[in-house]
């Protein structure tokens, strides 16, 4: 009796392991090879009907129907079965594994279709992408999923439901994915748009700021909202600027120094980033003038560390030459002095003591005693030279010049106006169409009420300068493009007229208008003319124009005093 109870056992075991190999490899047939959407149901359909307890193919089963039943959306009747038989299928497919995160998605897509078709549910779509969350762990994909399709069900939520809904959301923005915050993005574009969802969501962060910023602008949306993300994202720069600061003046002082160099170009990149879009808001989230300290203070260091590096004043990188474009405190400048003199780098403690050695060194000298008011020794350095004689090497001109210019400058400061000019003319003998020299000749000029000179200089800073007009050539910006106009100017504030075109007609393009790297004006251009105002400085300026949502033909540029 034993034996044939056994071997019928063996026997319902071998055909259970049959059915569920034949299940398995129908299954895998269903979900990786067949594409055709009804032989992927009739081959899923078979494998149940071999062995109807894998709850993953179930799962395929009810993403199948759902796939038809949306490509059937015109045929109600089929429409509405082929809805049904997937809400089945994913029914069963919960029952055997009730702690599937994908199934509960995939359910509830298809029981919030069954809502808009008005077909009778078991259960509401929320309650299943809630369970689809609550069970994906580690699985950020499909929260993030789960959180995109709230956002599209935001105005049906329940104030608990929303609460939900934004503690899932902003969890999964927090990891600063673009992407993913793009695609909500879009969901609540087209869903919503309520600004106290992005507010409550948005992660505090300077690139997810931007971002949302950038979409705002792209899509022409409110220009408000895009300025007050922009200025938030800046003041996060302020704040990143500083610690980067504080971070390599500690690398600095345990003798670190690529380390330090590291942090204070970090510091000095995100004050770069920062446009003042605050001044656009109304609202001053930093001070423009704790800017500056900011500023100056990274350059300084950058600098000092940099000639700590290399023992040198060659500035191969240009950072001792942008602190000082940057710098006007005494008290800076007299530290930057001591610290360069400890290495030995300044020569002699005279401005004679044996400047012709090294030219760059004297040019940079006299640069340094011209910022801490150190006319009379320059004026020195003058006599020294004039009693020198010299051989200016092509590539030493510049410096040259520079010391010639300072000369002529620290001159002019104590009044002693004919010198002043001789030596303003000596510098543009060796650097000819020099703007900085010209508008001190003119200067001096004017203190030697010599109207006729005068003139001829004005004439020649007028040829340098740009017109009044400056003809664009309908340049064509399109979406994310910008273009940069070089204006030479003699630091008079401007009125500027910007007449464009939008690529389009009927376009609102959204356009940007930036002058040396912080906006002056910022609105959707569907009249094709802008107008503001210019604070130009001595010398060249970089005007930039940014098409943000659309292309956008640039025309021309006009001034008015």
């Not at 071999?50 to 796939?67: D, I, Q, S, T």
């Not at 609550?134 to 329940?158: F, K, T």
């Not at 971070?247 to 920062?274: F, H």
């Not at 010209?438 to 004017?446: P, T, V």
Request: proline share 4%.
């Amino acid at each position: 009796m034993k034996k044939p109870i056994l071997l019928a056992g063996l026997a319902v075991l071998v055909v259970l392991q049959a059915a569920v190999a034949v299940n398995a490899r129908l299954g895998w047939r269903g979900k990786a090879v067949v594409t055709a959407p009804d032989e992927k149901v009739r081959v899923l359909r078979r494998a149940n009907a071999v062995f109807p307890w894998n709850a993953a193919v179930h799962f395929e089963l009810g993403k199948a129907y759902f796939e038809r039943g949306a490509e059937a959306l015109a045929e109600p009747a089929t429409r509405d079965a082929l809805f049904r038989h997937s809400a089945d299928a994913f029914l069963r497919s919960i029952r055997l594994d009730p702690g599937s995160p994908a199934v509960h998605f995939h359910f509830a897509q298809t029981l919030l279709y069954m809502g808009y078709l008005s077909l009778p549910t078991p259960l509401g779509p929320f309650e299943e992408y809630e369970r689809a969350a609550r069970l994906a762990g580690h699985n950020s994909q499909i929260r993030y999923e789960v959180g995109r399709m709230m956002v599209g069900l935001w105005p049906n939520l329940d104030p608990k439901q929303k609460d939900f809904a934004v503690a899932l959301l902003a969890k999964t923005l927090s990891g600063g994915n673009e992407e993913r915050l793009l695609g909500v993005l879009e969901a609540w574009h087209l869903q919503s748009r309520d600004p106290a969802l992005i507010d409550r969501i948005l992660p505090d962060d300077a690139a997810s700021l931007r971002t949302y910023a950038r979409f705002l602008g792209e899509r022409a949306l409110s220009l408000d909202a895009r300025r007050s993300a922009l200025a938030k994202a800046e003041r996060l720069d302020f704040d990143r600027a500083a610690t980067e600061l504080d971070r390599g003046r500690r690398e600095a002082e345990a003798l670190r120094t690529a380390e330090a160099s590291a942090r204070y170009a970090a510091a000095l990149d995100a004050l770069g980033r920062i446009r003042f879009y605050q001044a656009l808001t109304g609202t001053e989230l930093f001070a423009p003038k704790d800017y500056t300290g900011l500023l100056k203070t990274a350059r300084r260091l950058l600098a000092m560390n940099r000639i700590e590096e290399t023992r040198s004043l060659a500035d191969e990188d240009g950072s001792v030459a942008a602190y000082f474009a940057v710098e006007d405190e005494f008290t800076a400048l007299g530290e930057f002095e001591v610290f360069l003199r400890e290495r030995g780098l300044l020569g002699e403690g005279t401005p004679a003591g044996a400047p012709l050695k090294d030219l760059r060194t004297l040019a940079f000298r006299t640069a340094l005693d011209f910022h801490l008011n150190r006319y009379r020794d320059i004026v020195k350095t003058g006599d020294f030279l004039e009693s020198s004689s010299l051989v200016i090497a092509p590539t030493g001109r510049a410096d040259y010049a520079r010391v010639l210019g300072l000369i002529g400058e620290s001159n002019l400061k104590l009044d002693y106006v004919y010198e002043a000019e001789r030596f303003l003319l000596k510098a543009l003998e060796v650097e000819p169409g020099n703007l900085d020299l010209l508008l001190a000749l003119e200067r001096c000029y004017g203190r030697l009420n010599d109207e006729a000179k005068a003139a001829g200089v004005r004439q020649a800073i007028e040829a340098l300068m740009t017109p009044a007009r400056v003809d664009l050539g309908g340049r064509l910006l399109r979406k994310g493009e910008s273009v940069t106009v070089d204006l030479v100017s003699d630091g008079r504030p401007r009125s500027v007229r910007l007449d464009f075109a939008p690529a389009s007609a009927g376009g609102r393009p959204v356009l940007s208008v930036f002058l040396n790297g912080r906006v002056v004006w910022e609105e959707i251009g569907d009249t094709g003319t802008a107008r503001f105002s210019l604070n130009l400085r001595p010398g060249r300026n970089i005007l930039e124009m940014g098409a943000v949502s659309e292309g956008v033909t640039l025309i021309s540029l006009s001034f008015a005093e």
